[in-house]
């Protein structure tokens, strides 16, 4: 049976998996950058018909830009390491038997992060933008620093890539015992609540559609979320 860590021991191995993480992500960060110039062209496709060329003001705005873009792409390319060194430091609190799924696990969250990403991208950026840049068309006419675009559709990816991990994670802190089916059921209203919030401050339009359109699926995931904390910690609810 292993020893159980102590603090210090608990410390220094979220430090090494972290630095492993984050040369991961500089590596592919890096090799990612040539392929900036054609990830700009593919984020730029759910403003097409309502957007022009995008304009920068700075002379180095067009670097930092696609350095932006590069880490967007290097952290999915990333992913299943950085997925690997987050159940590795878990790993001394879930129980041998469930070591086993570490596959499954990192196969999952990536492509829960996926299925995040290609929602933000093909549902709410389009109706998003067209929503925002409909506004004042007949009297003015936007011109649209790259910065800002690239701050946008990143955050909004990002933002949906990490909401799609919540079953993953309700795995992952049911092993640990940090939470569990029960509590989760029992707080479901306080869920709603948070849930419709953080729909509200992550959705960039003040329609309600585009609230909507983010917040079931993020009760959806909740609910999700249960079943798996259920099955995982073998619970009944």
Sequence with gaps: MDRDLTILEHLDELRKRIIIALISLLVTTVLS?????????????????VLGK???????????????ISFLAGFVLALPVILYQLWAFFAPAIEKRFKKYLV????????AFAFGCAFSYYILLPKALTFLLSF???????VIAADSYISF?????????????????S?????????????????????????????AVITPTTDVFNMMA????????????????????????
């Design 54 to 68: 995008l304009v920068v003001f700075k002379p180095q705005d067009a670097f930092m830009i696609y350095m932006r």
């Design 33 to 49: 950058l040539p392929f900036a110039g054609n990830v700009l062209r593919i984020l730029k496709l759910p403003a097409a018909g």
């Design 136 to 142: 004042g068309v007949d009297e003015l006419e936007p």
């Design 104 to 111: 499954y696990f990192i196969i999952s969250g990536s492509a």
């Design 171 to 199: 795995f992952i802190l049911t092993k640990v015992g940090l939470i569990n089916a029960g509590g989760l059921r029992k707080k479901f209203g306080i869920a709603v609540v948070a849930v419709f919030v953080v729909a």
């Design 153 to 169: 559709v990143i955050g909004l990816i990002f933002c949906c890539g990490f909401i799609f991990q919540m079953p993953i994670f």
């Design 214 to 237: 983010l917040a079931i699926p993020m009760l959806f995931l909740y609910e999700i979320s249960i079943w798996v904390s259920a099955v995982t910690g073998r619970l009944r609810y």
